[in-house]
């Protein structure tokens, strides 16, 4: 199973190394207020793509924080249900009549 699964990632290295070797004309990107940019295709589409993965992360960051604390207060009351002796309740006698 480990061979299928590096024989797909190289394949899918060699692919994307062919795209980026295919696609070294220079583009040009205008911004606003007349700035520019001119650089080869794949680097701006590696620039969008690393751009994308930070937004991504940053917008992940809020989440996993939150989890965090919730987490480790729910092991809190599990280390305290842990302690607290546990106290068997007979059940109770039934109606004398």
Do not use: D
Request: charged share 15%; no cysteine; proline share 7%.
């Amino acid at each position: 199973m480990k061979f299928i699964v590096w024989l797909i990632r190289v394949l899918v290295f060699v692919l994307l190394l062919v795209l980026a070797l295919a696609n070294t004309q220079m583009a040009t990107l205008n911004f606003l207020a007349g700035y520019a940019w001119q650089a080869p295709l794949i680097l701006i589409g590696l620039a969008f793509f690393v751009v994308g993965l930070l937004a991504g992360l940053v917008s992940a960051v809020p989440s996993m924080v939150r989890l965090r604390m919730e987490n480790g207060r729910l092991k809190r009351e599990l280390r305290a249900a842990r302690e607290t002796p546990v106290v068997k309740e007979e059940p109770p006698m039934p109606p004398l009549i």
